[in-house]
């Protein structure tokens, strides 16, 4: 309880400098906030060995698994690796300069709806050291606010980091409440910044799935998360089967634990017997495993029988979900009733059945010919992201620095008044 | 305890049907949404009398204030300009029919980012009727399914009107589960749609501060509500006095009961002693009251004193709060400090100081030389509203049909794997 009421009191401090340096550099021209990202960036090359002495300290105490480890671990390269990643968000265009409509009344009022911060944002991540600086600078740019709760694993880490970008802060002028950092990895500080209605304006949740239900159970405030990608490659009757066998190799197991690998093959019927041995083989040879309905089994009695719940499981893994259908209607109405409204795919020559799928499916990203492994914001042209949406207010899909922001209306008149 | 059990269940039915009706829908063509909005017209104008019969059943049980009464109460006229709403909301340009961005990536990827409706809606109202067509009408409209709970004093009402949008749906071959009501006025109904995660994509609050509050407190689901309009209007010391006049009467007193209305006038030194007895006058004259600071009353030493209080006060009634400034910095400070974002807007003829306020006020609408009551979805062109949100993601403003969607990509390939 008295924990609690620290952390609260931190956190209303924190956001009260937070919304004051928002209002600064929601109006800092381009320029400064460019500024500011290179000397971050410089900031971080110069702190290298602090930062990796701080990095060692957080390894030094770390006893989970080894591909957490890895996760949390930098390098001189993955310290390079971040600074460059600021410089290249310096690049990217400014998400503040659209003016997104523009329209004048009957009555003569001239109205201008204009691109804008979205102003306080709370990050919640997992130890991930990188997630922490990548999400600065995209705040940055978008003129943005952040205070950022990052995994108790990196706390060393995410000082060491969170100073250089202080110290970029400080040689562009811009107050240094624009990037926060928790002051310490207490859970009772993630519960203030979920309970921070009025003073966080949006929290990001960035991790496994337990602390993003959690966060989208407690926040009261707004949340744009990334929930599950359960999702399907439709390999249609039509499908050119030397381009299925590539994009499926590549769906699946390109890597297996992103959001937008493929959980689930759908095949048609009618090219089942011929293209799904090729497919399957493929796979197998890349490390797959796999989990087939009956029809399936037909045609490769040695395959795993799938059970329901094996349609409904995001794997994250070398396994792979096996139903043959009986054509595009079949299809859609699994991925209806299956999926997860992340990421799907068709492959076919034929065009019509292509936009039926395109139209049929409500993924926040649907492809034709392509991997589903594109669900991702650079794929997308957006530079970096700070994540994929899930849910169906604000955004959906890659979240980049247009992503960001929010619009406002600024009404121009000759003294209309209201009849 | 069994009372929220009943209504959770109900829910889950209910946004069940929702669901696959939003998918029928989402899809379902321009023509088919419209005949449905007209069917539903012509349906309301042949029910008249039965809509006017249950209204007079929920009048006859009202017991609370009149002007709660006079929102409770239906005419011939207001049921007829019901039934126009929603023939208007059907020559308003179809919101789904909007490709927002389209380019290609060097690998050849062609993106196309596509409006689509958000899904289920569920709207909470107090005892407007109209307010559950017009939701509706939009809801329809934008290819969302939605699940309505009106007040409890006019679930008669709200009954007779959901019929004569039923036989709209029917009409037009479109899931009567479109558009539902909650089957009873229970609190505990809306419990279970505020803790509906997963069933509702969106709740829209329309009512009194507390009906917002508590939907935003104990809310699992996204929410997009209209909160405070605490709006200024500036006078700044080259305003024309003539168009000065004629805009702080109209944005004060055109109704005072609206989120537009300005609560607070700030007005610089430089033109009060000569410009501020006829504002007050003109005011006065339409039955206005003052709450006046130090420097005001030196000018007008009749004027009620203000508190601190006064100026963070929505007064929604013909009250004014009354700050002399030095400048537009204390202008732009005063709003900061005391603003809800909503609306607020300057009159001068210097369009360098103009554009200085357009920038810096965060409001949702800025307005130059124009009355903030402007601040209205039929006055935006967008034909009709369902509200006015101040949050800060997805939509800020008034909430046209455009509003009521999201978007989602779709990406054509020919084969592209992701390296």
Chains 1, 2 share one sequence.
């Not at 770390?62 to 930098?74: C, I, Q, T, V, Y």
């Not at 709760?149 to 811009?174: F, K, P, V």
């Not at 914001?377 to 604000?394: M, P, V």
Request: contains cysteine; negative net charge.
């Amino acid at each position: 309880m008295h924990i609690e009421t620290e952390a609260t009191q931190h956190l209303h401090r924190a956001a009260a400098a937070a919304r004051d340096a928002s209002r600064i550099l929601g109006r800092a021209p381009l320029e400064t906030r460019n500024s500011a990202l290179r000397a971050m960036a410089s900031a971080m090359r110069a702190d290298s060995d602090n930062i990796l002495a701080a990095n060692a300290l957080d390894l030094a105490a770390f006893s989970g698994s080894a591909s957490f480890r890895d996760r949390l671990a930098l390098t001189p390269a993955r310290v390079e690796a971040m600074a460059q990643g600021l410089d290249d968000i310096a690049e990217l265009p400014d998400p503040l300069a659209r003016t997104l409509g523009e329209w004048t009344r009957p009555n003569g009022l001239r109205f201008r709806r204009v691109a804008q911060p979205i102003g306080v944002i709370g990050m919640i991540y997992e130890s991930r050291p990188n997630v922490g600086a990548d999400a600065s600078g995209l705040c940055l740019k978008s003129g943005n606010a952040v205070i950022l709760r990052g995994g108790s694993e990196s706390h060393h880490s995410a000082r060491a980091i969170n100073a250089a970008m202080i110290e970029g802060l400080r040689q562009a002028g811009l107050p240094e409440a624009c990037v926060q950092i928790a002051p310490n990895t207490d859970r009772a500080y993630v519960a203030a910044m979920l309970g921070g209605a009025g003073l966080l304006d949006l929290i990001i949740p960035r991790g496994g799935k337990s602390l993003v239900e959690r966060v989208q159970r407690e926040a009261r405030v707004p949340v744009l998360a990334h929930a599950e990608g359960l999702n399907h490659t439709y390999v249609h009757a039509a499908a050119d089967p030397v381009m299925a066998r590539a994009i499926l190799a590549n769906a699946k197991m390109r890597r297996t634990s992103v959001c937008g690998a493929t959980e689930t093959l759908l095949i048609d019927q009618a090219i089942a017997p011929s293209l799904l041995p090729l497919l399957v083989a493929d796979l197998r040879e890349l490390g797959c495993d796999f989990r087939a309905d009956a029809a399936a089994r037909n045609i490769l009695p040695e395959l795993t029988a799938a059970n329901d719940a094996d349609y409904d499981t995001e794997w994250l893994e070398a396994t792979l979900s096996i139903r043959v259908v009986d054509g595009i209607g079949q299809a859609l109405d699994h991925i209806a009733r299956h999926g997860s409204e992340h990421t799907d795919a068709i492959v076919t020559e034929d065009s019509d059945i292509a936009e039926q799928f395109l139209r049929g499916v409500d993924s926040s990203v649907a492809l034709w010919n392509a991997s589903t492994q594109f669900c991702d914001g650079g794929e997308f042209g957006f530079g970096a992201e700070i994540g994929i949406a899930t849910g169906r207010i604000h955004a959906r899909g890659p979240v980049g620095l247009e992503q960001l922001t929010i619009y406002r209306y600024l009404v121009t008149g000759t003294g209309q008044i209201r009849p």
